[in-house]
């Protein structure tokens, strides 16, 4: 009966290992949130347009932001301000006409801030979170 040991024995290593593999691509745990990022990219899109209304940045450390211009033949700059009225910058970046794209560098104390294009100040509005 060596034969049916050896698949007995063979059949035990499957099922622990099948028992391991569950365990393993279970998991479980969900990504609470993910942490304030200190790279954000935002699009400037057709028509006079951001791709986020809603920006989520680490506070008290440099942070990039890259705008991309996604809208072709219009320039765009992308400025962030510490009022609701947009009348205090805290940082920006140059124009550039899409396709294109420019980058600013800033470290923010925790809080609120505005951003705009400064262009198009109505139409291409949002506001930015650091925490
Ligand atoms: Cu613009």
Redesign the pocket.
């Known amino acids: 009966m060596r034969m049916a040991g050896k698949l007995l024995t063979a059949a035990a290593l499957a099922l622990a290992l099948a028992a391991l593999g569950a365990a393993c691509a279970g998991g479980g745990d969900e990504e609470p949130e993910a942490p304030p990022a200190t790279s954000i990219t935002i699009r400037?899109v057709r028509a006079?347009k951001w791709d986020q209304k809603k920006l989520t940045a680490a506070a008290g450390q440099p942070v990039t932001v890259t705008m991309v211009n996604e809208d072709t033949g219009?320039?765009?700059?992308f400025v962030i301000y510490r009022d609701s009225a947009r009348t205090q910058v805290v940082a920006k970046t140059e124009q550039c006409t899409a396709p294109c794209q420019e980058q600013l560098r800033v470290t923010l104390p925790a809080g609120k801030y505005y951003y705009n294009?400064s262009?198009?100040p109505v139409e291409?509005r949002g506001e930015l979170e650091a925490k």
Do not use: R, Y
Not at 74 to 77: G, I, K, L
């Open positions: 400037a006079l219009v320039p765009h700059d294009c262009i198009h291409m």
